[in-house]
């Protein structure tokens, strides 16, 4: 017999597997030696009240073999099919060379940076010496800007694509099984490196190909269509174009809009990192003085609100996390955050950010945004890639920091007037924000236990490529976050696996 049912346990009863499954088993009626095993779907946190309860929803197997919960996905030898380009190699980029395996099409990858662990010396001397290699940083390099920036999963693109297929794809590549049923699923920066070798490792088995230190600098054409691409190296390669280039690659920009593909200025968010003691956020969100105990994990938060019709929000909150530096150019600055599998860090962050519109920036065409945020990222850098910072409630009250807290931002912080940093428009909202963020939290979370740091603008592509059922310019298939169309490791995974589909369609292939 095979059944699942709904339990409602305390934090330590859900804690211990062997509790869940006698907790499971006496539901049901049904003696614990019977119980052959236990399976999670669905786990959440209900945090609302003091006495807080772990929400399950479980596979119970009695005297049957336990099985898994998702089914693993056969990868055919495509090494004499059709070639697809697939241009970079963030989630977006990935999933389409998995998908164009599926579908019977030989993806060959480029990719700009390194690989996903040579990225992380790169990374490391960026931190510790303010010496950045413009091709492979937190945002370039294999796994995109995701893979050192938490592999945070949560999405609401739920109606965009199969999120349960995305995430079962990761576990059959080593994530942990948790990731298909936490309602915030999390692999973290110490393991997502590994999954990502392995989707590497599958497209090279599968026949596809793989190419490291390899710039696109520009499209090939044939009578208004794509036929290919050139690398800065010299190569070319052929085929139709899949491409996932990622929000932050400015230059491909740069070389569509000579290329004649169209673009627009899209809206975005920017603001700062802010960043607390892990132990205030635990005891504001688990209303516990002496914060999660010994069987929750650290406590996350979600704020949203609407100043003068303009969304103030948290994103992309790290629980126990750092905040690292996400610049891909000297003298620009953009601040980005992260977390270890473990969250066990002693600081909480969040990027703060203000909904940036078209029309709030000087109109430069379809680098109106883009030119705009280049702006503030300019006002943000500091030497060796420092950054400015300000206590929160200082910043609310507009006065300047005599001092810093300790902070988990390796290249060091200056006490800065964020005022002075940031644009009015951002600034001012985002005083409004947190005066309101305050209110939900009873007086809590403004404070000068927290630490603001400049400026968090990488949080969506400033321009969106026209693709109009990818009929714009034919033979060229814009995808992820960099096309505009998605936002984060899971929308991205789905918009390159539909973009991928849409190839194999237009090819014939199943």
Same mark, same amino acid.
């Given at each position: 017999?095979?059944?699942?049912?709904?339990?409602?346990?305390?934090?330590?009863?859900?804690?211990?597997?062997?509790?869940?499954?006698?907790?499971?088993?006496?539901?049901?009626?049904?003696?614990?030696?019977?119980?052959?095993?236990?399976?999670?779907?669905?786990?959440?946190?209900?945090?609302?009240?003091?006495?807080?309860?772990?929400?399950?929803?479980?596979?119970?197997?009695?005297?049957?073999?336990?099985?898994?919960?998702?089914?693993?996905?056969?990868?055919?030898?495509?090494?004499?099919?059709?070639?697809?380009?697939?241009?970079?190699?963030?989630?977006?980029?990935?999933?389409?060379?998995?998908?164009?395996?599926?579908?019977?099409?030989?993806?060959?990858?480029?990719?700009?940076?390194?690989?996903?662990?040579?990225?992380?010396?790169?990374?490391?001397?960026?931190?510790?010496?303010?010496?950045?290699?413009?091709?492979?940083?937190?945002?370039?390099?294999?796994?995109?800007?995701?893979?050192?920036?938490?592999?945070?999963?949560?999405?609401?693109?739920?109606?965009?694509?199969?999120?349960?297929?995305?995430?079962?794809?990761?576990?059959?590549?080593?994530?942990?099984?948790?990731?298909?049923?936490?309602?915030?699923?999390?692999?973290?920066?110490?393991?997502?490196?590994?999954?990502?070798?392995?989707?590497?490792?599958?497209?090279?088995?599968?026949?596809?190909?793989?190419?490291?230190?390899?710039?696109?600098?520009?499209?090939?054409?044939?009578?208004?269509?794509?036929?290919?691409?050139?690398?800065?190296?010299?190569?070319?390669?052929?085929?139709?174009?899949?491409?996932?280039?990622?929000?932050?690659?400015?230059?491909?920009?740069?070389?569509?809009?000579?290329?004649?593909?169209?673009?627009?200025?899209?809206?975005?968010?920017?603001?700062?990192?802010?960043?607390?003691?892990?132990?205030?956020?635990?005891?504001?969100?688990?209303?516990?003085?002496?914060?999660?105990?010994?069987?929750?994990?650290?406590?996350?938060?979600?704020?949203?609100?609407?100043?003068?019709?303009?969304?103030?929000?948290?994103?992309?909150?790290?629980?126990?996390?750092?905040?690292?530096?996400?610049?891909?150019?000297?003298?620009?600055?953009?601040?980005?955050?992260?977390?270890?599998?473990?969250?066990?860090?002693?600081?909480?962050?969040?990027?703060?950010?203000?909904?940036?519109?078209?029309?709030?920036?000087?109109?430069?065409?379809?680098?109106?945004?883009?030119?705009?945020?280049?702006?503030?990222?300019?006002?943000?850098?500091?030497?060796?890639?420092?950054?400015?910072?300000?206590?929160?409630?200082?910043?609310?009250?507009?006065? $300047?920091?005599?001092?810093?807290? !300790?902070?988990? #931002? %390796?290249? =060091?912080? &200056? *006490?800065?007037?964020?005022? @002075?940093?940031?644009?009015?428009?951002?600034?001012?909202?985002?005083?409004?924000?947190?005066?309101?963020?305050?209110?939900?939290?009873?007086?809590?979370?403004?404070?000068?236990?927290?630490?603001?740091?400049?400026?968090?603008?990488?949080?969506?592509?400033?321009?969106?490529?026209?693709?109009?059922?990818?009929?714009?310019?034919?033979? $060229?298939?814009?995808?992820?976050? !960099?096309?505009? #169309? %998605?936002? =984060?490791? &899971? *929308?991205?995974?789905?918009? @390159?696996?539909?973009?991928?589909?849409?190839?194999?369609?237009?090819?014939?292939?199943?």
């Amino acid at each position: 017999m095979i059944k699942d049912i709904d339990l409602t346990l305390t934090p330590q009863e859900a804690f211990e597997e062997r509790t869940i499954k006698k907790k499971a088993a006496s539901k049901c009626g049904l003696s614990f030696t019977k119980v052959t095993g236990v399976k999670i779907l669905r786990k959440s946190i209900d945090a609302r009240r003091v006495d807080i309860k772990i929400n399950l929803r479980v596979r119970l197997f009695v005297g049957e073999e336990v099985k898994n919960t998702w089914n693993p996905v056969s990868f055919p030898d495509v090494s004499s099919s059709p070639s697809c380009i697939v241009v970079g190699m963030g989630p977006a980029g990935l999933f389409a060379a998995l998908t164009l395996i599926e579908k019977g099409m030989r993806p060959i990858v480029l990719e700009r940076g390194k690989d996903v662990h040579e990225r992380k010396r790169d990374c490391a001397l960026l931190c510790t010496k303010g010496e950045l290699d413009t091709e492979s940083n937190y945002v370039y390099g294999e796994g995109g800007a995701g893979a050192y920036s938490d592999g945070k999963l949560y999405t609401r693109s739920v109606k965009r694509g199969d999120v349960p297929k995305v995430l079962s794809l990761l576990v059959q590549h080593g994530a942990d099984e948790s990731i298909l049923y936490e309602t915030h699923p999390h692999i973290g920066t110490d393991r997502l490196p590994s999954v990502i070798e392995n989707i590497r490792n599958t497209i090279l088995k599968s026949g596809g190909e793989v190419h490291f230190n390899t710039k696109v600098v520009s499209l090939i054409k044939k009578d208004e269509s794509v036929i290919g691409v050139k690398c800065g190296n010299g190569e070319e390669y052929l085929g139709p174009v899949i491409l996932a280039t990622g929000h932050s690659a400015k230059d491909v920009y740069r070389f569509l809009s000579i290329s004649s593909v169209p673009l627009e200025a899209k809206d975005t968010a920017v603001g700062v990192r802010l960043e607390h003691p892990q132990s205030l956020i635990d005891q504001i969100q688990y209303h516990n003085p002496k914060g999660r105990g010994d069987y929750l994990p650290p406590a996350t938060y979600s704020f949203v609100t609407q100043v003068n019709g303009r969304g103030v929000y948290s994103f992309c909150m790290c629980p126990g996390g750092s905040i690292v530096p996400t610049a891909t150019e000297y003298g620009y600055l953009s601040v980005n955050g992260m977390s270890s599998s473990s969250r066990s860090g002693s600081k909480a962050n969040s990027a703060m950010v203000v909904q940036i519109r078209r029309e709030d920036v000087p109109d430069k065409g379809i680098f109106s945004v883009l030119d705009w945020v280049e702006e503030l990222e300019r006002n943000s850098f500091r030497d060796k890639f420092m950054a400015p910072a300000q206590r929160m409630a200082d910043f609310v009250s507009n006065r $300047l920091s005599s001092s810093l807290p !300790g902070t988990t #931002y %390796a290249p =060091g912080l &200056v *006490s800065s007037d964020l005022y @002075g940093v940031l644009p009015p428009i951002v600034s001012s909202y985002l005083k409004e924000g947190f005066m309101a963020f305050n209110a939900m939290t009873r007086g809590k979370f403004l404070t000068n236990e927290a630490v603001m740091i400049a400026s968090e603008t990488r949080t969506s592509s400033p321009i969106r490529i026209i693709r109009e059922d990818f009929n714009a310019v034919p033979g $060229l298939y814009p995808a992820g976050e !960099g096309s505009g #169309y %998605a936002g =984060g490791i &899971v *929308s991205a995974a789905i918009d @390159g696996t539909e973009v991928a589909k849409a190839v194999a369609e237009r090819y014939s292939l199943k």
